[in-house]
């Protein structure tokens, strides 16, 4: 069974920075695609990041572009998003996706394509 793992979550004001890591021990980042999801309050869960491990290309929604970056550990099995130049409208509940194939391009946002899911980390941004 796959587990991943989110942390990194936290409090900031607007204009900062945090990184998030997606942690699954035993899923094969090296040959699948994996995702970072938000949920804000209301709100319906939207993709913001995917990495295709077939390759490492990144996918990001407009929302993020630009702001956020992918980068992945094969090694480390992890996953880690950064995130600058935060906004209030970036609070939200920040969920690691993974899929046991390749990402399903040009939509690679949509919920129901992985298989597997964290516990979510929180992240919230002040003005």
């Known amino acids: 069974q796959v587990q991943l793992e989110e942390s990194g979550g936290g409090s900031v004001q607007a204009g900062g920075s945090l990184t998030l890591a997606c942690v699954g021990p035993t899923f094969k980042y090296s040959t699948n695609c994996v995702a970072w999801f938000r949920q804000a309050p209301g709100k319906e869960r939207e993709g913001i990041a995917a990495?295709?491990?077939?390759?490492?290309?990144?996918y990001y929604a407009d929302s993020v572009k630009g702001r956020f970056t992918l980068s992945r550990d094969n090694v480390k099995k992890t996953l880690m998003l950064q995130m600058d130049s935060l906004n209030p409208e970036d609070t939200a509940m920040y969920y690691c996706?993974?899929?046991?194939?390749?990402?399903?391009?040009?939509?690679?946002?949509?919920?129901?394509?992985?298989?597997?899911w964290g516990q979510g980390t929180q992240v919230t941004v002040s003005s």
């Open positions: 990495i295709d491990a077939s390759e490492g290309r990144t």
């Open positions: 996706a993974a899929r046991g194939a390749w990402c399903r391009v040009p939509r690679w946002y949509l919920e129901h394509d992985y298989n597997y």
